[in-house]
């Protein structure tokens, strides 16, 4: 009997979870709002790894989830050829800007600011690859005094939405109390969402753009460099860990922050938080915050920065954090703490070169972990933050362009940058596919390929006066005479005397004359398909060279041929007494400018005048019908952060006088109203750069031998001497 009992008891409980099992399958295949686990991307896994981790978004309501599906559901599978016309992108790559026709707030007004003075512009929709809104998408908070509501109801009376499709949205903050999801309360359709703390949840890879957080002091334009130099040493700090920021008492975002102070020994760890913020911290406040809040007072947190080897980066109330920017500026090596977090660009930027990740849930592992990293390969994550916040980060027009050329790479597949290219200095934005997709034909590869440029060059001569054609004449017996020489390419801009009036001398290489486009002073920059050579001698029609002072010249590009290398140096200085920055001619100690009057530099150059410059800076020039020179140093130091490179003095480069004809014409130099412009245009530049990309140097390349009383035979540049006296 005892034994029936328990067999019958045996099979009741089998038959109880058989039940349950198919009871709670049929719970998870048509029950209410519960959905599968989120397959989230852990920090302790490589990039293609994934795991399984709970939903953290179950205490939701039903209808905040109903309001969830109806914002972000509907374009869940997008892709560039579900939701975007490409066709749109095949002429060119240009980006329209709605107008504004409500307040916007000061960080987008940058945005826009930006894209209107960009490459990128058109005013023209039709034209348009791209589409940016007039309204201000970028803070979603309605808690935030810059949320702009009925935005949906908006969006449904703007001329070209078509559902969003070929529109990009920019977006900083999304969600708002107690949880902060990513649901930005309207419908974003088929646009690409350009969005600061974006989750690999609900990235759209190939599709949306993850974007850094930045402050609204962020600059418009240039920003601040990094603090680390090139030689900076030693690899490690003071401080091997640092974090100071808010500790939350309620709401998401406060656990690994409120672990934080298990870490903080006071000596090589520093991790300070405070409860000190927000309406109500002092009715929320814990027996640790009043301690915690003296030892965050004690600590001034740009010296940390400036003297730590890592810093945390936990997340906030989002996944991404201010202090992940202030990390990689200062060179702090980030260790970040935000489980599920895509990375800003993390299509193009290898941030493991430069970045530590961690697990929230592995806190206290942290420090062994940073200890366990060898000097030499913090070193190079130092060095690595560097060339990503110079080339991406600085300045909100860079973090735009970024966004932009990614998107830019998507629609045109076959103008592609390599990973190389985006993770290395110069960066991908000052390299135009468009110009050629082979590293060696940009002057910044060349040592890293260990190459060497072509052995001519191309010289340019710019007329626009011509008078008389004795100097110009004179200037082309010299140049032709180089065993460098390739080509001479004269671009004609004068009125006075027409090109077919001059007796071309004969020359063992070939003269071409190429009449100046538009008249404009710029056309001695533009691309011309004559240049083949990685090199161009750029020479002004009265410039006094004799063949030696070409030959020497193009020796030393040769060994720095993404700089220009020339003989005429002039300088720039800041005035004091007039707050604005000055120029000069005069012989100093050191030089930033060297004159494309009598300059080598690579041919690539030509191509970003006049692709990559803002047409604000195209417009200065032209209206001036001066300067061009200058803002051609402007480019090259901006992109290569390198001065130019002066070779042997000389105390006279031009002619004073063109005569001719009759009359006499003084040349510009002589002007002083001529150097008042040339320091209008120079801060003028500064301006639209947002920062003075100049570089002082004071090096000056000469020949060996040059000028020391030894025997003249014993020299290879015989003549230079008599000619730089």
């Not at 940390?304 to 810093?311: H, I, K, Q, S, V």
């Not at 070193?379 to 990614?406: A, C, D, G, P």
């Not at 417009?619 to 300067?627: L, R, Y």
Request: hydrophobic fraction near 35%; glycine fraction near 4%.
């Amino acid at each position: 009997m005892q034994a029936k009992k328990r067999y019958i008891l045996v099979l009741m409980s089998c038959a109880f979870l058989v039940l349950c099992y198919f009871g709670a399958f049929r719970l998870r295949q048509h029950g209410g709002e519960r959905s599968e686990p989120k397959k989230l991307r852990s920090y302790t896994e490589g990039p293609g790894e994934l795991r399984f981790y709970p939903d953290e978004d179950l205490i939701v309501s039903p209808s905040q989830r109903r309001s969830e599906r109806r914002a972000s559901h509907k374009s869940a599978n997008c892709t560039l050829y579900t939701c975007f016309d490409l066709s749109r992108c095949q002429k060119d790559f240009k980006v329209y800007v709605y107008p504004v026709e409500e307040p916007i707030s000061t960080t987008y007004q940058k945005i826009l600011n930006v894209i209107r003075d960009s490459r990128y512009f058109t005013s023209d929709p039709s034209q348009a690859c791209l589409f940016v809104l007039g309204l201000d998408t970028l803070d979603r908070d309605n808690l935030s005094p810059d949320y702009v509501s009925d935005l949906q109801a908006k969006l449904d009376q703007v001329k070209y939405w078509n559902n969003g499709r070929n529109h990009v949205i920019f977006n900083l903050y999304s969600g708002t109390w107690p949880d902060y999801a990513e649901n930005l309360g309207f419908d974003i359709g088929e646009a690409i969402l350009a969005k600061a703390s974006m989750s690999t949840a609900n990235f759209r890879p190939r599709f949306d753009v993850s974007i850094p957080l930045f402050s609204k002091t962020h600059p418009e334009r240039g920003g601040e460099r990094g603090y680390v130099g090139s030689g900076d040493l030693p690899a490690t700090k003071k401080y091997l860990l640092v974090f100071k920021g808010k500790r939350y008492l309620y709401g998401i975002g406060s656990e690994t922050r409120n672990a934080l102070y298990h870490l903080h020994n006071g000596k090589d760890i520093i991790l300070l938080t405070t409860c000190k913020h927000g309406k109500k911290w002092k009715e929320m406040k814990d027996p640790r915050c009043e301690l915690e809040n003296k030892e965050y007072d004690r600590y001034d947190y740009q010296v940390l920065l400036e003297n730590a080897t890592f810093c945390l980066v936990p997340r906030g109330r989002r996944l991404g954090s201010f202090r992940f920017l202030e990390a990689i500026q200062a060179g702090c090596v980030p260790v970040l703490l935000s489980n599920g977090w895509e990375l800003p660009f993390s299509d193009v930027l290898h941030w493991d070169t430069a970045t530590i990740w961690a697990d929230e849930r592995l806190l206290l592992q942290v420090p062994e972990m940073i200890r366990s990293i060898p000097p030499t390969k913090v070193h190079s994550y130092r060095q690595q933050t560097q060339v990503l916040w110079n080339n991406y980060f600085s300045s909100v027009e860079k973090i735009v362009s970024t966004t932009f050329e990614i998107i830019r790479e998507r629609v045109r597949i076959p103008a592609q940058r390599s990973s190389y290219v985006w993770n290395s200095h110069p960066g991908a934005l000052p390299i135009l596919p468009q110009f050629s997709d082979v590293l060696r034909d940009f002057p910044f590869y060349l040592n890293h390929l260990a190459q060497t440029p072509h052995a001519k060059f191309t010289a340019v001569i710019y007329v626009s006066m011509a008078a008389h054609s004795s100097p110009l004449l004179r200037l082309l017996k010299a140049v032709a005479k180089s065993a460098y020489a390739a080509r001479i390419v004269v671009i004609w801009n004068s009125e006075t005397v027409p090109a077919s009036s001059v007796k071309w001398p004969s020359s063992p290489i070939p003269i071409n004359v190429i009449q100046a486009q538009h008249k404009t002073i710029s056309s001695r920059f533009f691309p011309h398909p004559l240049i083949q050579t990685d090199s161009v001698l750029s020479l002004d029609e009265d410039v006094l060279l004799t063949t030696e002072e070409v030959d020497f010249a193009f020796r030393v590009w040769q060994s720095f041929p993404e700089r220009i290398v020339g003989y005429p140096a002039r300088s720039h200085f800041w005035d004091d007494s007039r707050s604005c920055w000055g120029y000069t001619s005069k012989w100093t100690n050191d030089y930033s400018i060297v004159l494309t009057g009598a300059a080598f530099y690579h041919r690539y150059y030509h191509f970003l005048y006049t692709h990559f410059l803002s047409h604000l800076l195209h417009k200065i020039v032209d209206q001036s019908q001066n300067c061009e020179d200058i803002l051609l140093n402007f480019l090259v130091s901006h992109v290569t952060r390198l001065p130019p490179i002066k070779v042997t003095q000389r105390k006279q480069y031009k002619e004073t006088m063109l005569a001719g004809g009759g009359r006499s014409y003084p040349s510009p130099w002589n002007d002083p109203d001529h150097f008042v412009q040339r320091q209008t245009c120079i801060n003028a530049f500064a301006k639209v750069f947002g920062y003075m990309p100049l570089v002082r140097s004071n090096t000056r390349l000469d020949p060996v031998l040059f000028k020391d009383p030894v025997s003249n035979l014993r020299k290879k540049y015989r003549r230079m001497e008599i000619a730089g006296s």
